[in-house]
């Protein structure tokens, strides 16, 4: 169970935010996303907040809104970087692979 929804995978700690998805190097920051699979859309759903980081404020005010969020055993998730908040971090959100290891579920034929 996560501090954001009840029936949510989630990811709380440091990770590394990379400003394309081509970049080897980024900017650690603490983070919590968690996430769930959405029925409506068929795909996983992501969301989060990335703490107060001036580099990263730094990116969103030249223009940078796609970013690849990596933890550190090497789950990556693309998602969209939003204007901080009153506390100076940003949000960042996305859809399908998360940067955080979710559940795998085998559909077995019958």
């Given amino acids: 169970m996560s501090g954001f929804g009840d029936d949510e995978e989630e990811y709380q700690g440091t990770v590394t935010v990379l400003f394309s998805e081509e970049a080897e190097e980024g900017v650690e920051v603490e983070c919590h996303v968690a996430g769930h699979f959405s029925p409506l859309t068929g795909d996983y759903r992501w969301t989060g907040r990335l703490a107060a980081e001036p580099g990263i404020t730094k990116a969103y005010e030249d223009g940078v ?46």
Avoid: M, Q, S, Y
Avoid at 83 to 106: D, E, Q, S, T
């Fill in 65 to 110: 809104r796609t970013v690849v969020v990596r933890t550190p055993d090497g789950h990556k998730g693309v998602g969209t970087l939003d204007a901080p908040n009153l506390w100076g971090g940003h949000p960042v959100n996305g859809a399908g692979a998360p940067p955080f290891a979710v559940p795998r579920i085998v559909i077995e034929d019958d």
